[in-house]
């Protein structure tokens, strides 16, 4: 199966890729955590995402799942549900340099009625071969945009 030619710039992303990662944010305790990220490709101009955690102990963190478009040259879309009771929906671009691909979004948050209020989230993915860093941002709970989380992952 061809990928669609869309999605070329971002063909390095598919696989499983795991690696070490540690969170914050001004209004809790900072934690360290094994991420997991899969990218697949479903014969569509887009590619499923699904993002798993673990705590040190194994037990089961975070988990989210969605969708990456890249609908025209050089922009990227992330469309992404969260568990917590948001949807996310993410703007941005993609860039080639070399063998760096860089995809930079910021979102506009959906959140229910229950959800700890999430009002915009920024993500960046910086791919370079075998290695994936993400970086993750958040204005929520009443704080404007702040670090919440990082990881390092590998292609396993
Ligand atoms: C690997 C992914 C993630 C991990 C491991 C993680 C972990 C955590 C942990 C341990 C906490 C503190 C305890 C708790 O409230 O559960 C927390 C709080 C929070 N996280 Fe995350 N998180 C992740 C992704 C996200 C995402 C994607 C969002 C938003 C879309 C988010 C929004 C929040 C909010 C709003 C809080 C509450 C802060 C507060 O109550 O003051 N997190 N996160």
Not at 57 to 69: I, V
Not at 70 to 96: D, H, R, S, W, Y
Not at 116 to 125: G, L, P, Q
Request: charged fraction near 20%; include cysteine.
């Amino acid at each position: 199966m061809d990928i669609a030619p869309g999605l070329l710039p971002v063909a390095g992303l598919l696989g499983t890729w795991r690696g070490d990662a540690a969170g914050s944010y001004p209004t809790i305790e900072d934690f360290s955590y094994t991420d997991e990220v899969v990218f697949t490709d479903v014969g569509k101009p887009f590619l499923h995402y699904l993002q798993r955690s673990w705590g040190p102990t194994g037990a089961p963190m975070h988990t989210e799942t969605g969708y990456l478009r890249l609908p025209a040259p050089g922009t990227a879309e992330f469309v992404l549900a969260q568990p917590m009771g948001q949807t996310e929906l993410c703007e941005g671009t993609v860039t080639v340099e070399g063998h760096v691909v860089v995809l930079q979004m910021e979102s506009r948050v959906l959140n229910s009625a229950t959800a700890k209020h999430v009002v915009s989230t920024r993500r960046r993915y910086e791919l370079a071969g075998d290695r994936l860093v993400t970086t993750f941002a958040l204005a929520a709970v009443g704080r404007p945009m702040t670090h919440h989380l990082r990881s390092e992952l590998r292609r396993v």
